[in-house]
């Protein structure tokens, strides 16, 4: 027999809920649904976790760091909870629940339940049990349908971008990955389920939807006809839906890029010129070691076909340096895809080994002394690209979407199409609009612009 929490009445006390999440953007999105799974039962969001009744810590395991600060976080909770009157509820989701729960409820007695990603819709049911007994641990071996027909239909929502996923789980196991073990296999959501929550969204004024996924342009959930859709049939469904102005997407595998996504980005103006494609190494050798699947000319060959139909995309990728077995030659042939392909942004990390996957009992494992200095001369050659991008922005004129006030006076910040944050002053009149804002500057992390002409409150 299932147990549930009774909703509080009219005039009971509002419990506290606080979310830390960590990682990726699909945790941002988990992390909302949480908080919808939880407001029925009375829980509204606080900023601090000491007046929290319930806190919850959404986990990534991509890097040992990010599980290493997930335990430092998990101390301090305890301290807070032993001087807390009346006590608090602490919860681990996530990734790290998945892949370390025994060992978590072990190290850390102060935790109250563990949940997997694929399973979090049953926190309302795992905090009865939680409330009797201690110790619970639900992990994901669940099927994602079952997660996302359990949540609830509404959504909260605050601002005028959202998160929506799409897809979960991955195929590919690269080496150095723990994703394919804690998201589990490939899955995509109906077309019919995703266009209905992107309806809500823009009913609540949502004008951009980022869809995420593990692996997103593997997307091939069920269409209308019954046959699996690609990402491109779906960009396109959304696109029809009034309110919904700018879509992105966001993780991209090179290998799942077809020429009907080229095609879509080339033909739908709703699709934001801005694309986050990893490739992790410039060299074959060390793509091979990652089973990465494709070499460094398929990945050249894909971005001359994208920039061919969309001249104006700014990339961003993910490069990983010191893999096992990384040498000079092969660290300088991924110096040499950057300046070849010159990015917008990008994500670069020291090789983390991960427990369980097949890089992290590899031989050759690269000093760590070297790999922070590769690291190091990385990220000063992706900075410096960086900062030329945003620098070549200065004179142009850009649709600027404003989400949200500034720190100065009547500034609002808003996002440009390459997703550049965005300063104007005496623009907070505007939030929740797309303006055209012609670029002053460029900085390393956001552009300063002003307003062409006065605009008035109107959409």
Avoid at 120 to 128: A, F
Avoid at 259 to 273: C, G, K, S, V, Y
Wanted: charged share 25%; hydrophobic share 40%.
């Amino acid at each position: 027999m299932t147990e549930t929490l009774v909703p509080p009445k009219a005039g009971q006390a509002t419990k506290r809920l606080f979310i830390k999440t960590y990682g990726c953007q699909m945790n941002v999105y988990d992390s909302e649904r949480m908080a919808d799974v939880l407001r029925p039962l009375g829980y509204a969001s606080t900023d601090t976790p000491e007046d929290a009744d319930f806190v919850i810590l959404n986990t990534c395991h991509i890097r040992e760091k990010a599980a290493e600060k997930v335990y430092s976080e998990l101390g301090k909770l305890r301290q807070m909870k032993e001087a807390r009157e009346g006590g608090m509820t602490i919860a681990v989701a996530g990734c790290v629940a998945q892949a370390e729960g025994e060992e978590i409820m072990k190290r850390q007695p102060a935790v109250d339940l563990v949940v997997g990603p694929q399973a979090y819709h049953q926190l309302p049911e795992l905090l009865t049990r939680t409330a009797r007994a201690r110790g619970e641990r639900i992990g994901a071996d669940f099927a994602p349908d079952d997660k996302f027909d359990a949540l609830p239909k509404a959504r909260g929502v605050d601002g005028v971008t959202a998160f929506l996923t799409v897809q979960e789980g991955c195929d590919k196991f690269c080496t150095f990955c723990v994703v394919p073990y804690t998201r589990g296999a490939e899955w995509s959501r109906p077309v019919a389920a995703v266009l209905e929550e992107a309806r809500q969204l823009a009913d609540k004024g949502v004008r951009e939807v980022t869809l995420l996924g593990q692996n997103v342009n593997a997307y091939d959930g069920e269409g209308p006809d019954g046959q699996p859709a690609s990402l491109a049939k779906l960009a396109e469904a959304l696109a029809d839906i009034p309110g919904i102005d700018r879509i992105r997407y966001t993780t991209s595998h090179p290998n799942d890029f077809t020429d009907e996504l080229i095609a879509a980005h080339r033909d739908l103006p709703q699709l934001m010129p801005y694309l986050h494609l990893p490739v992790q190494s410039g060299s074959d050798r060390i793509l091979r070691l990652m089973n990465r699947k494709h070499g460094r000319q398929k990945y050249f060959d894909l971005i001359d076909r994208i920039r061919d139909a969309r001249p104006d995309m700014a990339l961003s990728g993910d490069f990983i340096v010191g893999f096992p077995g990384e040498t000079d030659r092969d660290f300088e042939d991924t110096m040499d895809l950057v300046r070849r392909v010159n990015y917008a942004s990008a994500f670069s990390f020291m090789y983390s080994p991960r427990p369980g996957t097949p890089a992290a009992t590899m031989g050759a494992q690269v000093p760590d002394v070297i790999a922070r200095e590769r690291l190091h001369a990385l990220q000063a050659l992706l900075t410096e690209q960086q900062i030329a991008f945003n620098r070549s922005q200065a004179g142009r004129v850009l649709p600027v979407l404003f989400e949200r006030k500034g720190r100065h006076g009547a500034q609002a910040i808003g996002r440009s199409p390459f997703l550049q944050s965005v300063h104007v002053d005496d623009a907070d009149h505007l939030i929740g609009q797309i303006v055209p804002v012609e670029i002053e500057r460029g900085q390393q992390n956001s552009l300063a612009g002003r307003l062409q002409t006065k605009v008035s409150n109107a959409a």
